[in-house]
Each structure stands twice: as C-alpha cells, then as structure tokens.
C-alpha cells in the first residue's frame, strides 16, 4: 500500500515514533503489536525507511545509548514529520469513508442493486 | 563476538562501506535483540549456532542495492554511480525513442514509392507487416515513459518501459520457435539485444522515491532532437543502404554516437556523464559484438563488408573505453578522497 508518507511500513515507522523516541528494536517491536503482526519489519528494511525518513527530515536522531555494550540509537519525530502523518491520517480516513459510504449502498446483484 | 553476531555482519558487508561506517553497529544491535527469545539456554543456543534468515539476508541485499544506487547518505563515488545509472536509464529510453520516428518515415518512404536499392525491396516485403505495425504502437511507450520520468511518475514510467519490451521479446522468442527458417546466430543475436534493452530497463530501479527527476529541459530538448531528427534519418538509412552491402549497420551507428560522447569534452566535463558514458560502453560493446558474430556466422561472407567495419569500430570503441574508464576511475577516487566522511545527520 503506498501512503502519503511512502510505503506502508514508512507510515507504521512514523506512527511507532508519535508518543515517543524509540530505538531500533524498539520499533521493530511497536511497529509489529500496531499492526497485530501484519508489518513485521526486517532489520535491512528498518534502517531502509529510517535513511529516508531522516534525509526526508521527517524523523531524526534523539540520543544514543549503551545498552549490554551495543550502540542503541534513539529516532524521534519532527514536526514535519508530525504534519506529515497527519496529512496521511486525513487522507486515509478520506478514504475509509468514500469505501464505507459506497459499501452502505451496495445491494446484491439479485435485489437489482448496482453491480 | 558471537557467531550469530559475526554472520550477520558478513551479510552486511554487502553494504557499501561508506553505510556501514554510519549504520551498521545499530544494525547489529537491532538485530541481535530481535533475536532474543527471553529465555536465556535458547539465546545462548542461538548466539553460538544461529544464523540470519532468510528473510533478514533478503532485506540487507534489497537495501544494499537501493543504496548502491539511490542513498543520500553513501559516499561520493556510489551516490555518482547512482546518477551514472539513472543517465544510463534515460539514455536507454531516449535510444528507444528512435523507434517510432524511424518507424513512421521507412513506412512514408516505401508506401509513397521513395527510391529504394532493388535488392532491399525483397527483404523488406520478408518483415510481416503486423509486426511492424506493433513495434509503430509500442514506440510510443518509449516517449511516455521517458516523460513519465521526466514528471516523476517513476512507477508509469517503468511500467511503460516494460511493456515497451514486449514486441522485442515477441519477436525473440517467435525466431526460437521457428529456428528451422533462420541462423542460430541471428537467434543469439537477437536474445543478446533484447538482455540489453532488458538491463537499460532494469537500470530504470534508480528511479525511487529519494530522488528527483531529472532536469526537464535538456532531456526534453534530446527527445525532440531524436524524434526530429536522429529518428528519420535512422529510419531511412538502412533502406538506403543495400542489404548486401551495408556499410554502417544499427550496433555500429551506436558505437559512432557512443564515440562522439566520449570524445566530445562537454559530454563528459561532469563525473555523472563521464561515468555515463563509461558504464554505456558495456551495451554498445555488447551491440556490435553480438551482430559481429551473427555475421560472421554466415556462411561464405568472410569478407562481407560489415564485418570488417564492425571489427574497426569494435576495437577502436575498446580502446576508448579503456582510456575513458581509467580517467574517470582516477576522477572519481580524487572526488571521494576530498568528501567528507557521511554521517547519520547529515
């Protein structure tokens, strides 16, 4: 699914991202339970949409941690990156209700319904 | 370093080293604590015996090659690679272009009754008319796909290009069925052309969504020039040209037009174009070698005209590769030893 922050994963990123700064795993980990599972980002893919997130400046570097002697990187969101979930929301929910109001006046095709 | 750590970080050396410099412990450690289990006899069992899977390989391949030909934060030398492949690309559509203009002017020029060497009347009348036809429709995808990337419509674009290949593939594997009433050289020739068209398409990958199109102006001012005026003449040219006796086929119109490029210092002033250029000798070289042996391959033509023209143009495009691709390689390193070094803010 292509959104109007990239890909559907960029979207998960970035909503993973809204409350607070997570790092890597971190996102992995929030992006899998939002999604119950469907979008379980591989690490290639991860780091992937957060080179672009941060070039796009949407996301960028918080702080950096050591963690059992391993480098932990914290993202947090921008406020452009803010407004640009946002804009994805509006556009989302635009078209959850075209499809809800064209669902509601569909009919079976043998009740002489639109077809 | 455990072992599952020490195999992961093999399969990242697929990265350019200017990425991993910035992303790779982070990588690691993501990776290491998604493979964590919560109970600690399993993780050590992992640690000492685990292996990335398949799915994690296939993620750091598919982002090695997007960075190699797209990332913002890579070296010099690979974000110059990534442009020199999307010129490729654009050259590759902008070639194609030539398809339709020569296409509609060979057809003005037999059906008004156009003077024509007699023994190309025969040949000609051997090329089924419908395929012709398709080829005339199919080349205006090449245009709209060559401004589909233009406008940044990077997917209509290769999509487009795609389908654009289809006549070509068509006519390959249409020869491979009927074998029997043409040379086996022509076939390999034919499949040889085809892969090269099929990997100026595929270079059509170094279009994605972090970057830009590229300028419109001088892209749109080549289309009109080969659509204008490279197109007819191309057209015309080989029905002027006696079948029997050529003197300059398609591969070797290439490598002239490939030569003039090289040669020409405002081509190759920018590294882009240079490298451009450089990285496009590999088609040509393919072009007029794969025909060279399909001439050769028949039989009693040892000293058929174009063979010994090809082998000219063949050697002399060889060696201004070598020296184009030894000046640019010297080009590129003295660029990327003078960049700073990339980080994750930048």
Redesign the interface.
Known sequence: MGTGV?TEQAFFVLTALADAPR???GI?REVAEASEGRVRL???????VL??L??GGLV??DREEI?SG????YYRLTESGRRSLLADIARQEANVRLATERLGAWRPATAGGAT | MSVLEDRYRAVLRVLPASYRAV?E??????????TRTGDPEDDEFLADFGRPSM??V??????AV??RLA???VAPRIAVGGQAVRVVAMVGLLVNAIALPAAVVQHWWLSTGMPLPAANRAAINAHPADTAAAIDVFGVLWIAALVAVLVGQYRAGKLLAVVALVPSAARAIEMTVHRSDVPDSLVIAVWCDLLVYVLLVAALAAFN??VSPPRRRPWLIALAVVVLGVGPVVGVLPILQPVDQPGLDWPGLVCVVWLIAAVVPRVTRSLTSATAVAVLVVPVLALRLVWLLYYTGLGGMGDYPPLLVGLVELAVVAAASVLLLLRTGHRVRSEAAAAPRPS??S
Request: no cysteine.
């Open positions: 990239g790092h890597g795993y992995v591989k690490v290639g893919t991860l780091y992937g080179e672009r941060v070039a960028e570097p963690h391993r480098l932990r990187r | 992303w412990e982070e990588m690691v450690s993501t990776f290491l604590d998604s799915s994690e296939v993620s750091v391949v598919v982002l997007r960075v990332g913002p934060a969504e972090r994750v803010r």
